[in-house]
Nanobody
Framework: QVRLVESGGGLVQAGDSLRLSCAALGRSFSTYAMGWFRQAPGKEREFVAAIRWTVGSTNYADSVKGRFTISRDNAKNTVYLEMNSLKPEDTAVYYC?????????????????WGQGTQVTVSS
């Protein structure tokens, strides 16, 4: 059983920063990529950022490019999302996801493991 455990969410003001963490626990698995998605109330879940596990290449949604940075610590099986210059429209539940097989990293269907989500609220 693989569990993804997120932490680091909270309530901040516009312009502040937060760092989310996601640790992959349980049995080991071959990781192709890990990513972050988010879902705001009444909206569809959307892609935020992803990182290819072995080579470290990254991709981002246009809405967060230049403000968010995804990184990973292979030894700790942990992925991070550094969020700077936060805006009220970044308010959402943020989900960590892991993919064991190749696929388009911006698609939720690529990922076969999901965390429980962590709330990020940005006040204006």
């Amino acid at each position: 059983q693989v569990r993804l455990v997120e932490s680091g969410g909270g309530l901040v003001q516009a312009g502040d920063s937060l760092r989310l963490s996601c640790a992959a626990l349980g049995r080991s698995f071959s990781t192709y990529a890990m990513g972050w998605f988010r879902q705001a109330p009444g909206k569809e879940r959307e892609f935020v950022a992803a990182i290819r596990w072995t080579v470290g290449s990254t991709n981002y949604a246009d809405s967060v490019k230049g403000r968010f940075t995804i990184s990973r610590d292979n030894a700790k099986n942990t992925v991070y999302l550094e969020m700077n210059s936060l805006k009220p429209e970044d308010t959402a539940v943020y989900y960590c996801a892991a993919a064991s097989s190749y696929g388009l990293r911006s698609l939720a269907s690529t990922y076969n493991y999901w965390g429980q989500g962590t709330q990020v609220t940005v006040s204006s």
